[in-house]
């Protein structure tokens, strides 16, 4: 049973068809046309309500979640994240631009990026209670602009500690990293502020993204606590260790990772690194983005073809690395259930490819799974996060509609692009 595991917490079997809150899926997938994507909203219920639980039992001060919108942001997930309070990590006017679509007010919206553009700053100022400045030079943009409005400035440091993501194309917080700022710098941003009367009360650092072991945070934490204690932050001051806390893929990485146990050891350090100091407690932040919604995404794609090589069986499906391209990108490893038969005894090992024009476009290598055919559908679980934000239109491929899944109801939130979306830029 524990490849079902991976999927959204409302999935069960019934009739020997895969459903996921209550739905059936081969009815979706008609109605809707394939790749489809899901969302499970009682999943990323469960997910926001751990976080907020696990803050309330271990930090006593003022704490918030913020939703890291690059996980994958649209108005329904916007409006979702208001249900729970939550704050929004904006990377730049484009999520910005949604963020407010969705109804997310001013005070909850914070916004990142590493080389924010003047539109993006300007957009932050109007729009936003934060900004995380990644550099000097942003900086430089923000104290010419006519108006700061009410935008609180945060400083993104580089702690040099990375934490363990399995791929360097997903650590942020080691030394050569081109995010956040050395210490050097940071203190270069600081002078600059004093001199031009900014003023700056938080400190974030993000190591990065899909990590399970939360021991290198403890040192980032410190570097972190070191530059909030030199800049003397007092009063109301914030302090955010990021997000990046990692979800399960592939039955290989169950259990999934444990919320309360990540809440446990920040709040824990940044207690007594407090103390050491002589630091008030902040308001913390986490800002956590796959964690709420990759388990409560579900890929559905159709098989068209099946091909035998010589050590090799591939399933050629419809969606690829132009929805998902995790794998192709760091070798994200995925699992898979077929829709119908989904216990079926395992009797093949097959590869899932899609139909681009990339012999990396593949999203599986050599799973266990029952016979595949012509026709039949496949879901991929854990396909919530960092698929359709990330996702192309590379050989003219539609990016695939999204349907919001609850108990007894379906509604589609994206719909499928058209061959007209593909040419509405073309002058
Ligand atoms: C600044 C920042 N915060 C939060 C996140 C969220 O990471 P994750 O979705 O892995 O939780 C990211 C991801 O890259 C990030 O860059």
Same mark, same amino acid.
């Given at each position: 049973?524990?490849?079902?595991? %991976?999927?959204?917490?409302?999935?069960?079997?019934?009739?020997?068809?895969?459903?996921?809150?209550?739905?059936?899926?081969?009815?979706?997938?008609?109605?809707?046309?394939?790749?489809?994507?899901?969302?499970?909203?009682?999943?990323?219920?469960?997910?926001?309500?751990?976080?907020?639980?696990?803050?309330?039992?271990?930090?006593?001060?003022?704490?918030?979640?913020?939703?890291?919108?690059?996980?994958? %942001?649209?108005?329904?997930?916007?409006?979702?994240?208001?249900?729970?309070?939550?704050?929004?990590?904006?990377?730049?006017?484009?999520?910005?631009?949604?963020?407010?679509?969705?109804?997310?007010?001013?005070?909850?919206?914070?916004?990142?990026?590493?080389?924010?553009?003047?539109?993006? %700053?300007?957009?932050?100022?109007?729009?936003?209670?934060?900004?995380?400045?990644?550099?000097?030079?942003?900086?430089?943009? $923000?104290?010419?602009?006519?108006?700061?409005?009410?935008?609180?400035?945060?400083?993104?440091?580089?702690?040099?500690?990375?934490?363990?993501?399995?791929?360097?194309?997903?650590?942020?917080?080691?030394?050569?990293?081109?995010?956040?700022?050395?210490?050097?710098?940071?203190?270069?941003?600081?002078?600059?502020?004093?001199?031009?009367?900014?003023?700056?009360?938080? $400190?974030?650092?993000?190591?990065?993204?899909?990590?399970?072991?939360?021991?290198?945070?403890?040192?980032?934490?410190?570097?972190?606590?070191?530059?909030?204690?030199?800049?003397?932050?007092?009063?109301?001051?914030?302090?955010?260790?990021?997000?990046?806390?990692?979800?399960?893929?592939?039955?290989?990485?169950?259990?999934?990772?444990?919320?309360?146990?990540?809440?446990?050891?920040?709040?824990?350090?940044?207690?007594?690194?407090?103390?050491?100091?002589?630091?008030?407690?902040?308001?913390?932040? %986490?800002?956590?983005?796959?964690?709420?919604?990759?388990?409560?995404?579900?890929?559905?794609?159709?098989?068209?073809? $099946?091909?035998?090589?010589?050590?090799?069986?591939?399933?050629?499906?419809?969606?690829?690395?132009?929805?998902?391209?995790?794998?192709?990108?760091?070798?994200?490893?995925?699992?898979?259930?077929?829709?119908?038969?989904?216990?079926?005894?395992?009797?093949?090992?097959?590869? $899932?490819?899609?139909?681009?024009?990339?012999?990396?476009?593949?999203?599986?290598?050599?799973?266990?799974?029952?016979?595949?055919?012509?026709?039949?559908?496949?879901?991929?679980?854990?396909?919530?996060?960092?698929?359709?934000?990330?996702?192309?239109?590379?050989?003219?491929?539609?990016?695939?509609?999204?349907?919001?899944?609850?108990?007894?109801?379906?509604?589609?939130?994206?719909?499928?692009?058209?061959?007209?979306?593909?040419?509405?830029?073309?002058?």
């Amino acid at each position: 049973m524990s490849r079902l595991q %991976l999927f959204p917490t409302s999935a069960t079997i019934q009739e020997n068809q895969l459903t996921i809150a209550g739905h059936d899926l081969s009815a979706l997938a008609k109605k809707y046309g394939t790749p489809l994507y899901l969302y499970d909203r009682a999943t990323m219920d469960f997910a926001a309500h751990d976080y907020q639980a696990a803050l309330k039992k271990y930090y006593p001060a003022r704490a918030s979640i913020t939703y890291a919108g690059k996980a994958f %942001l649209c108005k329904a997930i916007a409006q979702w994240t208001q249900s729970h309070g939550l704050w929004v990590d904006c990377t730049g006017e484009g999520e910005i631009a949604i963020a407010k679509a969705g109804g997310v007010p001013r005070e909850r919206i914070l916004v990142h990026g590493v080389n924010k553009s003047t539109a993006d %700053l300007n957009s932050a100022l109007e729009n936003a209670s934060v900004i995380v400045v990644d550099n000097l030079a942003e900086l430089e943009r $923000i104290s010419q602009a006519e108006s700061r409005g009410a935008v609180s400035l945060w400083l993104r440091i580089l702690p040099g500690v990375a934490v363990d993501t399995h791929h360097a194309h997903t650590q942020t917080g080691q030394h050569d990293s081109k995010f956040g700022m050395t210490r050097e710098e940071t203190r270069e941003a600081l002078a600059f502020c004093k001199a031009r009367g900014l003023s700056i009360s938080g $400190i974030h650092f993000h190591q990065g993204s899909n990590f399970r072991d939360p021991a290198p945070l403890k040192q980032a934490i410190e570097v972190g606590l070191d530059m909030a204690n030199e800049i003397g932050l007092a009063g109301e001051w914030h302090f955010s260790p990021g997000g990046g806390w990692g979800v399960a893929y592939h039955e290989d990485e169950l259990p999934q990772p444990d919320t309360n146990e990540y809440a446990r050891v920040i709040a824990k350090h940044v207690i007594s690194g407090c103390k050491t100091r002589g630091l008030p407690l902040p308001h913390l932040h %986490l800002e956590p983005g796959r964690s709420l919604v990759a388990r409560a995404g579900v890929a559905i794609y159709k098989v068209g073809a $099946i091909k035998q090589r010589k050590n090799k069986t591939w399933a050629l499906t419809d969606g690829g690395m132009t929805d998902n391209p995790r794998h192709a990108m760091y070798g994200a490893k995925y699992s898979a259930l077929a829709v119908s038969n989904p216990m079926g005894e395992k009797t093949a090992r097959v590869s $899932i490819a899609g139909p681009y024009c990339e012999s990396g476009d593949v999203i599986i290598e050599d799973l266990p799974m029952p016979k595949l055919k012509q026709d039949d559908l496949i879901a991929i679980p854990a396909s919530g996060a960092y698929h359709l934000s990330m996702s192309s239109n590379y050989n003219g491929a539609r990016k695939p509609a999204v349907v919001w899944l609850e108990e007894g109801s379906a509604r589609l939130i994206i719909r499928r692009e058209t061959l007209e979306d593909l040419l509405r830029r073309d002058l």
